[in-house]
């Protein structure tokens, strides 16, 4: 597609139930992000993905989050056993590696995560 | 101490202002600084980068980066309404994929 696709736009879930969020990363695109943004905070990297290699996962802030990117295109983000401080805006990001080497991310709309 | 800091503001100006961003860091090994616009309810688009020292024009916008202070700004030339949004500076390290370190971001209000 023209841009990065993030599905569900919005999520309401309860305390300790588990969550998927899928991003389509622009086509062609080899590296993927997710960022997550809390209320009045800054962009907090998670995870990325970068063609076949092993993804850097040092982001994630639990064991309870996990992500895959199946067939170098999409993406899931799953958070099991969701708290409410999980409550955020889950942000997806691809890039071309172009530009001159400053690697620009394109983002996506978002997924906005309330746990109650 | 984050790697990257930046007053959330808010930051409100009359229309034709002109606007300073700033952002100061710590790592001296970032190469590579970014500027992002985030309008509300909508994911961060890229408004310039800059690698290493100097600056960059486009059109309105004005981006500097001061190395040996650790210290990057974003200027707004004839703010506009269209321009109220949160700003947000990001900075990596140079080659490959890395990852982007992004500062908290500045709400900025231009008003009529």
């Known amino acids: 597609g023209a841009g990065v696709s993030q599905s569900p736009s919005n999520k309401v879930t309860e305390k300790g139930k588990d969550v998927e969020l899928r991003c389509d990363p622009i086509?062609?695109?080899?590296?993927l992000y997710w960022y997550r943004q809390s209320l009045g905070q800054g962009l907090e990297f998670l995870i990325y993905f970068q063609g076949n290699s092993a993804p850097d996962k040092s982001g994630l802030p639990s064991d309870r989050f996990s992500a895959e990117r199946t067939g170098g295109s999409v993406s899931t983000l799953t958070i099991q056993r969701t708290q409410q401080e999980d409550s955020a805006v889950y942000l997806c990001?691809?890039?071309?590696?172009?530009?001159?080497?400053?690697?620009?991310?394109?983002f996506g709309a978002g997924s906005r995560l309330t746990v109650l | 101490q984050k790697e990257v800091e930046q007053d959330p503001g808010p930051l409100s100006v009359p229309e034709g202002a002109i606007v300073s961003l700033n952002c100061t860091y710590s790592n001296s090994a970032f190469q590579y600084f970014m500027w992002y616009r985030q309008y509300s309810r909508k994911g961060p688009e890229l408004l310039m980068y800059?690698?290493?020292?100097g600056n960059k024009e486009d059109g309105r916008f004005t981006a500097q980066v001061d190395k040996s202070s650790k210290y990057i700004s974003l200027f707004i030339r004839d703010s506009q309404p269209s321009d109220s949004a949160t700003y947000l500076c990001?900075?990596?390290?140079?080659?490959?994929?890395?990852?982007?370190?992004f500062g908290a971001g500045t709400r900025l209000a231009v008003h009529p």
């Open positions: 086509s062609g695109h080899t590296a």
């Open positions: 990001a900075m990596r390290l140079s080659g490959g994929y890395n990852k982007l370190i």
């Open positions: 990001a691809s890039s071309s590696g172009q530009n001159g080497g400053a690697n620009v991310l394109t």
């Open positions: 800059t690698y290493s020292s």
